[in-house]
């Protein structure tokens, strides 16, 4: 099963360019997320889209929007890119079929390395 | 904001030891998790808490949720290579809003050289 697909994998860009993070799930859940990993500073969450339709700031929404496309597939987008935004992103999926309550446990991607000069 | 403070950072392992780690926070959660990530992969749920006091295993893994709700800790018991990565350690309420779950700052195991 292929669970949560993130493309590209590696990516790098010159300020002010831009681009988009394409994500997409498989297993039917309601919910994903677009997580940034840096070193000493654990995940961040960026936004999150609590099921079809909907999108939510996170802990660093700053520099980026996102769109939920459908229910499958969920995208990140850097505008205008900077040196700040260097990272590891993740995203990930969570919930059931039926839309039950979040019990915390997200499947997540293997991760696109961005990195910004 | 809320904030999970886990120790250690960083630790090395010898095959055959025990690993303790744990994770604290000024908050009370209904929900603790900890999560395994190998190098160049995502994050992996290892184990899922859902009642204070609850102690649940994963093979050679070992969590508990803290009886005050503030805590938890993982150990793992006669370590192998394989356990080498960040370990996470996560926390929220339960059925609460999909974006309120919060990640400590992972703690990473390395082979003793």
């Known amino acids: 099963n292929a669970g949560v697909t993130q493309t590209p994998k590696f990516q790098v860009l010159k300020t002010g360019q831009s681009m988009t993070l394409q994500c997409a799930q498989d297993?039917?859940?309601?919910?994903m997320y677009w997580y940034r990993q840096d070193p000493g500073m654990g995940l961040r969450l960026i936004y999150y889209?609590?099921?079809?339709?909907?999108?939510d700031k996170g802990e660093v929404p700053n520099g980026y929007n996102v769109s939920r496309l459908n229910k499958r597939e969920f995208s990140l987008r850097l505008e205008s890119a900077a040196p700040s935004q260097t990272s590891v992103y993740f995203c990930?999926?969570?919930?059931?079929?039926?839309?039950?309550?979040?019990?915390?446990?997200?499947?997540f991607g293997e991760g696109s390395r961005l990195t910004v000069l | 904001g809320q904030q999970l403070n886990q120790s250690p950072q960083s630790m090395f392992i010898q095959e055959g030891e025990d690993v303790s780690m744990n994770c604290t926070s000024s908050?009370?959660?209904?929900?603790w998790l900890w999560y395994k990530q190998d190098p160049g992969e995502g994050p992996v749920l290892l184990i899922a808490?859902?009642?204070?006091?609850e102690l649940t295993s994963n093979g050679r893994l070992t969590a508990q949720f803290g009886i005050t709700r503030k805590d938890s800790f993982l150990n793992i018991s006669a370590s192998i290579p394989s356990d080498v990565g960040i370990y996470f350690c996560?926390?929220?309420?339960?059925?609460?809003?999909?974006?309120?779950?919060?990640f400590g700052k992972g703690t990473k195991l390395s082979v003793k050289p």
């Open positions: 990930a999926s969570s919930g059931g079929t039926s839309g039950g309550p979040n019990t915390g446990e997200l499947f």
């Open positions: 908050s009370i959660f209904n929900t």
């Open positions: 808490l859902y009642k204070a006091g």
């Open positions: 996560a926390a929220q309420n339960y059925g609460g809003s999909q974006g309120n779950l919060i």
């Open positions: 297993m039917n859940h309601n919910s």
């Open positions: 889209s609590a099921s079809e339709g909907t999108t």
